[in-house]
């Protein structure tokens, strides 16, 4: 039901577009949320929108560079990242967590998953 799309591969300093369609269902109200996991490491949060108010929510690592965002009319979910790092190479996820919110910082506020997308930030 939620398809991540948008993965590359890329130079450091370069940005990228990634979204997350929906199918099935409407995610309105929901919070949709986006988590990576990098080779060896856990997987970890990465940011998130409240489809309701469009509150957004942000790790420290990549806030002010990537930026989450909402289209309503098609159902997707995106999230811009700009000024790339090597150490954002990573498998990205998107998510879903119906109401009521769970906290967006963990996987298990999250119901639904889509398939990841692979980033590769070259140095």
């Known amino acids: 039901q939620l398809q991540a799309f948008g993965g590359g591969l890329v130079q450091a300093g370069g940005s990228l577009r990634l979204s997350c369609a929906a199918s099935?269902?409407?995610?309105?109200?929901?919070?949709m949320g986006w988590f990576r996991q990098a080779p060896g490491k856990e997987r970890e949060f990465v940011a998130a929108l409240r489809w309701i108010n469009s509150n957004t929510y942000y790790a420290d690592s990549v806030k002010g560079r990537f930026t989450i965002s909402r289209d309503s009319a098609k159902n997707t979910v995106s999230l811009e990242m700009t000024s790339l790092k090597p150490e954002d190479t990573a498998v990205y996820y998107c998510?879903?967590?119906?109401?009521?919110?769970?906290?967006?910082?963990?996987?298990?506020?999250?119901?639904?998953w889509g398939q990841g997308t692979l980033v590769t930030v070259s140095s």
């Open positions: 099935g269902r409407t995610f309105n109200n929901y919070a």
């Open positions: 998510a879903a967590d119906r109401p009521p919110y769970g906290s967006s910082w963990y996987e298990s506020s999250y119901e639904y």
